[in-house]
């Protein structure tokens, strides 16, 4: 069976509807697409409002599937290139995969409260047809809205559909910079953090969260930052007072490659500032 994913460019929604499994649910645009993306292993659990859509459980789709694998590569390529990102490069892509863009059809919501001919001047000598036309012209269109709907057989389906019509509308994904997972930044392009709970925090979002910690992190490190130089001070001086001591002049050198080390691994998640700032403390006593 059948189901759609119905994208509305003015409120920036999507709505998966599939009235044959009780499906439909509104969500911001591209939600559902960069939330699939986002799984990884989590795919078995199977949650994902994808996963409810489809009746032949054979079908499913996990994270070594050759489909998500694919899709998956192809965005983060983008997101490292934002200049790849483009209609054709998809299309290309589409075919290496030897899929294509689901049905598709424009919809068209009007005013159900407008009337139109009262926008017309009674006195004009005009059809009916043409009374309506200009009425219609004259009206105000902010309760009328346009949405695109794709008719979709497969999760394959709606990922084409979701990725089409976001390149379509010059919106790019992203990943988020607190927690990691995929985002669409609709309201602005250069948002680094999404709107999900953050994974540190329950009570705030990683936008909120994000910004925080990174200005925490910042602190730390200036900390740390000043801790190491006023220890490369002791150091040094130690060695310079006395010239013949090998020791204090080894364990200097040592220290050094240390830090460069600590810094390295700080850089790479590997360790973290406070661990850093409890080895400086440390390595000073020595
Ligand atoms: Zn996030």
Redesign the pocket.
């Known amino acids: 069976m059948s189901f759609t994913i119905e994208f509305n460019d003015d409120k920036l929604t999507e709505r998966i509807y599939d009235p044959y499994n009780g499906v439909d649910k509104t969500d911001s645009l591209g939600m559902s697409f960069v939330d699939f993306l986002s799984l990884g292993k989590d795919l078995s659990k199977k949650h994902h409002i994808y996963f409810q859509l489809l009746e032949n459980h054979d079908m499913y789709i996990t994270d070594s599937s050759f489909f998500y694998v694919n899709i998956k590569e192809f965005i983060d390529i983008c997101i490292k290139d934002t200049s790849l990102y483009t209609l054709d490069n998809f299309l290309f892509f589409l075919h290496l995969q030897g899929l294509s863009i689901p049905q598709h059809n424009l919809k068209y919501y009007f005013d159900q409260d407008m009337i139109i001919e009262d926008l017309v001047t009674p006195y004009m000598k005009i059809s009916t047809m043409e009374r309506a036309i200009r009425g219609f012209a004259n009206s105000n269109k902010s309760k009328n809205t346009i949405t695109y709907v794709y008719t979709c057989d497969s999760i394959e389906d709606i990922c084409v559909a979701t990725l089409y019509h976001l390149i379509r509308l010059k919106t790019i994904i992203k990943k988020?910079a607190?927690?990691?997972?995929y985002?669409v930044p609709l309201l602005r392009s250069d948002a680094i953090?999404?709107n999900?709970t953050?994974p540190f925090n329950p009570t705030k979002t990683?936008k909120e969260d994000?910004s925080q910690r990174t200005f925490e992190e910042k602190l730390k490190m200036n900390d740390a930052e000043k801790l190491r130089r006023s220890i490369y001070q002791t150091l040094q001086m130690r060695v310079r007072r006395n010239p013949t001591d090998e020791a204090h002049k080894n364990y200097f050198e040592k220290w050094k490659k240390d830090v460069a080390r600590w810094k390295k691994d700080i850089k790479k998640g590997k360790k973290t500032t406070e661990e850093f700032i409890q080895w400086l403390l440390e390595s000073k006593k020595k």
């Open positions: 988020c607190n927690c990691g997972k985002f953090y999404c999900r953050s990683c994000g």
